[in-house]
């Protein structure tokens, strides 16, 4: 089992720049996917970006693409969001998840359903 804990959020102009950390307890994170999702109000939970537990496979939806880049620390036990060029659309909580995996595995849970664990969210604000 692994908990998690956000943090980064904050509040932020258009165009600036934050970095979302996911930080992990638990003896095995290097063998968990990770993931990092977003939620803005009234809207469903949408996938932002994700990775395997190597690092070698990597997912950023559209909407992120070339703007946001996930990364992770095993050695830390901690998984990040860079996140640069900020819009207001990118408003959200965002959640950090995990979902144990294989260390071969190459292919990604893109659903919210398929991950097992849950932090408690971070709020990113961007103003216009």
């Known amino acids: 089992q692994v908990q998690l804990v956000e943090s980064g959020g904050g509040l932020v102009q258009t165009g600036g720049s934050l970095r979302l950390s996911c930080a992990a307890s638990g003896r095995t994170f290097s063998r968990y996917t990770m993931a990092w999702f977003r939620q803005a109000p009234g809207k469903e939970r949408e996938l932002a970006a994700a990775?395997?537990?190597?690092?070698?496979?990597?997912y950023h939806a559209d909407s992120v693409k070339g703007r946001f880049t996930i990364s992770r620390d095993n050695a830390k036990n901690t998984v990040y969001l860079q996140m640069n060029s900020l819009k207001p659309k990118d408003t959200a909580v965002y959640y950090c998840?995990?979902?144990?995996?294989?260390?071969?595995?190459?292919?990604?849970?893109?659903?919210?359903?398929?991950?097992?664990?849950w932090g408690q969210g971070t709020q990113v604000t961007v103003s216009s």
């Open positions: 990775l395997t537990w190597s690092g070698g496979s990597t």
């Open positions: 998840a995990a979902e144990p995996s294989s260390p071969l595995a190459t292919i990604l849970p893109l659903k919210g359903a398929q991950y097992r664990y």
